[in-house]
């Protein structure tokens, strides 16, 4: 009897429904009891997939600055390039225009080597007898002289800068012709500064005047800048001045030179008695 009210009441509340939605009732109690229990575990899933998620939009988002890391590298070096061109290209304008302003004829070189054993006071440049290099020709840039060729292979040259303390350049305070200042101008220890010495003490000489060659030398043509006057130790009637010049040419960051094509001729008679005049074996 017990079993069967039992039954009875199940069925009863099986069959039972709410009055507002129609819904049974046990339909409702049993969602109520799973939501109970998939909340949470919904919220623990959920947690993890957006976790593992998480890790993998931080790996691919690593990846991708990798990439972009390494594309801006790549733009900075062609850019830098590019710039490098661009000033290379100005540099040889300016020698090209050098050749166009001078009587001799200018061969376009790049340096490729400095010989460190003598700090610099020479360079190794990439043309040679094939391209009619010969031995002391003058180098320039756009800025002055640079100096003079002392070796000559089939492919390469040397050049001795005017800052080797064993140069020796035949120079003049002011143009030729206007100036009375003659004088003989080396290198000297200090690598940036040149020195002119043999200036007669009563001529007058000041910081800031420009040097040029005379061509007493037999080496250089005349007319080509050395650099500008920045000190001057005054002589006398009897003692000549000791002049330090700044070259006009930046020998320490020059990459591209200019070879004169330059042959020296006989020497008139008057530049040969010039008492100042320096001999060439």
């Given at each position: 009897?017990?079993?069967?009210l039992?039954?009875?009441?199940?069925?009863?509340?099986?069959?039972?429904r709410?009055?507002?939605?129609?819904?049974?009732?046990?339909?409702?109690?049993?969602?109520?009891?799973?939501?109970?229990?998939?909340?949470?575990?919904t919220?623990?899933t959920?947690g993890?997939?957006?976790?593992f998620?998480?890790?993998s939009?931080?790996?691919?988002?690593?990846s991708?600055?990798?990439?972009?890391?390494?594309?801006?590298?790549?733009l900075?070096v062609?850019l830098?390039?590019?710039?490098?061109?661009?000033s290379e290209?100005?540099?040889?304008?300016?020698?090209?225009?050098?050749?166009?302003?001078?009587k001799?004829?200018v061969l376009?070189?790049?340096?490729?080597?400095?010989?460190?054993s003598?700090?610099?006071?020479?360079a190794?440049?990439?043309?040679?007898?094939?391209?009619?290099?010969?031995?002391?020709?003058?180098?320039v840039?756009?800025?002055?002289?640079?100096?003079?060729?002392?070796?000559?292979?089939?492919?390469?040259?040397?050049?001795?800068?005017?800052?080797?303390?064993?140069?020796?350049?035949?120079?003049?305070?002011?143009?030729?012709?206007?100036?009375?200042?003659l004088?003989?101008?080396?290198?000297?220890s200090?690598?940036?500064?040149?020195?002119?010495?043999?200036?007669?003490?009563?001529?007058?000489?000041?910081?800031?005047?420009?040097?040029f060659?005379?061509?007493?030398d037999?080496?250089?043509?005349?007319?080509?800048?050395?650099?500008?006057i920045?000190?001057?130790v005054?002589?006398?009637?009897?003692?000549p001045?000791v002049?330090?010049?700044?070259p006009?040419a930046?020998?320490?960051?020059?990459?591209?030179v200019?070879?004169?094509?330059?042959?020296?001729?006989d020497?008139p008679?008057?530049?040969?008695?010039?008492?100042?005049a320096?001999?060439?074996?």
């Amino acid at each position: 009897m017990v079993a069967l009210l039992l039954v009875n009441f199940v069925l009863m509340a099986f069959d039972a429904r709410d009055k507002t939605t129609g819904q049974r009732v046990v339909r409702a109690w049993s969602q109520t009891a799973a939501d109970f229990v998939q909340s949470p575990v919904t919220t623990v899933t959920s947690g993890i997939a957006n976790y593992f998620y998480s890790i993998s939009s931080l790996r691919s988002a690593q990846s991708e600055n990798d990439i972009l890391k390494q594309r801006v590298q790549e733009l900075e070096v062609e850019l830098k390039q590019k710039e490098d061109l661009a000033s290379e290209n100005a540099r040889l304008r300016t020698i090209l225009n050098l050749a166009e302003q001078n009587k001799y004829k200018v061969l376009t070189a790049r340096i490729i080597g400095r010989d460190p054993s003598v700090w610099f006071d020479s360079a190794h440049l990439n043309r040679g007898g094939l391209d009619g290099v010969t031995l002391y020709m003058p180098v320039v840039t756009d800025g002055g002289l640079v100096g003079r060729i002392t070796a000559v292979s089939p492919l390469t040259s040397q050049v001795d800068l005017i800052t080797r303390s064993t140069s020796g350049v035949g120079a003049v305070v002011g143009q030729i012709g206007d100036s009375n200042a003659l004088g003989v101008v080396s290198g000297t220890s200090k690598k940036d500064l040149l020195e002119m010495r043999y200036v007669p003490g009563n001529v007058d000489v000041q910081v800031g005047q420009t040097v040029f060659t005379t061509g007493q030398d037999g080496i250089f043509p005349a007319g080509l800048k050395i650099g500008e006057i920045v000190n001057v130790v005054s002589g006398s009637a009897t003692t000549p001045h000791v002049i330090e010049i700044r070259p006009a040419a930046r020998l320490d960051t020059m990459q591209e030179v200019g070879i004169l094509l330059y042959q020296p001729g006989d020497k008139p008679g008057f530049d040969k008695a010039l008492p100042n005049a320096v001999k060439q074996k």
